[in-house]
């Protein structure tokens, strides 16, 4: 892409698009590998049903476990956070941002 002109991009593994419950969690796991196209990782797992089947909820129940996901996603390399929960995940980013970790 950058070959062709584009300088703006962004690297977003899908989650939850087309891959079951284990896909997902490797993806997460593994996260850091996409670090190297050094381009910005976005994350979306705020809600999604990789929470809600593990933990056997429904998307209204779901805020502790996307702060959780998210978290981990930010450790990993996340640079983008896509959520349904703004305050809360700013809130877990000062957090991070306190422990030089994000």
């Known amino acids: 892409l950058r070959d062709l002109?584009?300088?703006d991009i962004i690297i977003d593994p899908g989650f939850g698009f087309g891959k079951t419950l284990e896909h997902n969690y490797?993806?997460?796991?593994?996260?850091?590998?996409?670090?190297?196209?050094?381009?910005?990782?976005?994350?979306?797992?705020?809600r999604k049903s990789m929470i809600q089947k593990l933990l056997q909820?429904?998307?209204?129940?779901?805020?502790?476990?996307?702060?959780?996901?998210?978290?981990?996603?930010?450790?990993k390399g996340a640079a983008i956070i896509r959520t349904h929960d703004v305050k809360e995940t700013a809130e877990s980013v000062r957090l991070l941002k306190a422990l030089s970790i994000y």
Request: glycine content about 14%.
């Open 57 to 75: 909820i429904d998307a209204g129940a779901a805020l502790n476990g996307s702060i959780v996901l998210q978290t981990v996603a930010m450790m």
């Open 5 to 7: 002109g584009h300088a």
């Open 26 to 46: 490797e993806l997460l796991s593994g996260l850091e590998n996409f670090r190297i196209f050094g381009c910005p990782i976005l994350v979306g797992v705020s």
